[in-house]
């Protein structure tokens, strides 16, 4: 099995550029692929995968599914994105019974690291740091909708586990 690695490691100042991350991982993303995301409440996680849906030609809003747990947004030209909220799953199981198409969909999982073992050896692993103590960072930022967060700078880790990332450059 090939080792993870970090594919990029930056630090973004607005939700604009969050943004552009999310174009730029979906320019080398196709069917089958799997990316979790992770960071804190307000980190960009949505708006990373607003980003990636709008690259993509997704078609629908793209926005957080907290309370629907799964959207599917079919593409203009290649295949649908999936987008998944595991914060409210208490056990893995629960994220199975979605009966998503892991196959034929680019899968995005916020919240799912700990949820999406076995489903794949390959991944992309994209962890979103907000930082403190910086102009604009508050507590008070993680009780926001995503939308709702002030422009501050995030650092974006991405790390590719499997053999499929083992060539890809971001």
């Known amino acids: 099995m090939t080792e993870p690695r970090v594919l990029l490691d930056t630090t973004v100042a607005t939700t604009d550029e969050m943004?552009?991350?999310?174009?730029?991982?979906?320019?080398v993303l196709r069917a089958g692929d799997?990316?979790?995301l992770t960071g804190p409440?307000?980190?960009?996680?949505?708006?990373l995968t607003r980003g990636l849906g709008a690259a993509l030609g997704?078609?629908?809003?793209v926005s957080?599914?907290?309370f629907v747990l799964a959207r599917t947004h079919p593409t203009t030209s290649g295949p649908d994105l999936v987008h998944v909220d595991a914060y409210?799953?208490?056990?893995?199981?629960?994220?199975d019974d979605l009966d998503?198409?892991?196959?034929?969909?680019?899968?995005?999982?916020e919240w799912g690291r700990g949820f999406v073992d076995g489903i794949s050896d390959d991944l992309l692993d994209v962890e979103i740091v907000r930082a403190t103590g910086s102009?604009?960072?508050s507590a008070a930022a993680d009780d926001l909708d995503p939308d709702d967060v002030p422009d501050e700078p995030r650092r974006v880790i991405v790390t590719g586990a499997g053999s499929r990332w083992a060539d890809v450059r971001l």
């Open 88 to 95: 409210r799953l208490s056990d893995p199981v629960e994220l």
């Open 19 to 27: 943004g552009v991350i999310g174009a730029r991982l979906a320019a």
């Open 64 to 66: 957080s599914p907290t």
């Open 135 to 137: 102009a604009g960072a």
């Open 100 to 109: 998503l198409d892991w196959d034929g969909s680019i899968v995005v999982v």
């Open 34 to 36: 799997l990316v979790v």
């Open 58 to 61: 997704a078609r629908g809003q």
């Open 41 to 47: 409440l307000g980190a960009g996680k949505t708006t």
